[in-house]
């Protein structure tokens, strides 16, 4: 099975290079027409509000049960993006740091008001960041490409058809 750092490893100019990849599922060059550039979103009462640049590395579901923590019980769904290309326009995020099941340091964004999550991210090098799709003003352009951490999905979890699979 794949790993996340296959799904790290794939960007909109490189392709995928990790396996058990369905055919088409991850698109090598997303572009505008696509509708996937500048993208506003904010946290629930809107005290929080951002903008992304560019179209997501990649689309992902996340089964770790750290996302089903924050998410109440569902897998986190994220567009990946560089953190750069994620611009907060209103208000500043306080962020709760731990440790993911992978090791990984983890910073979870959140509204200091309403507690609705904008963003995770990783402190490496060249940082990635995850948006929670719900937080986006339109969320109708995810596609999930990859669903992580599938051996911490409950039984009640399913898969999404067409991405690819890792444990």
Not at 21 to 39: C, I, N, R, T, Y
Not at 46 to 55: D, Q
């Amino acid at each position: 099975m794949a790993q996340l750092d296959d799904v790290r490893r794939w960007t909109p100019l490189s392709g995928f290079e990790g396996e058990n990849v369905a055919q088409g599922a991850l698109s090598a060059d997303p572009s505008p027409e696509d509708g996937m550039s500048g993208h506003p979103g904010g946290c629930l009462c809107g005290r929080v509000r951002f903008e992304l640049e560019g179209p997501p590395l990649a689309q992902t579901a996340c089964f770790c049960r750290d996302c089903q923590r924050a998410t109440g019980g569902s897998p986190g769904l994220y567009w990946v993006v560089q953190g750069p290309n994620l611009r907060f326009t209103e208000g500043e995020p306080a962020t709760f740091w731990s440790q993911a099941d992978s090791g990984a340091l983890v910073g979870r964004r959140f509204c200091r008001v309403c507690g609705a999550p904008v963003s995770t991210i990783y402190p490496y090098d060249d940082p990635l960041c995850l948006v929670p799709v719900g937080s986006l003003d339109d969320p109708s352009a995810f596609a999930p490409q990859a669903n992580l951490w599938m051996r911490s999905a409950q039984p009640w979890h399913c898969a999404h058809p067409g991405a690819l699979v890792c444990s």
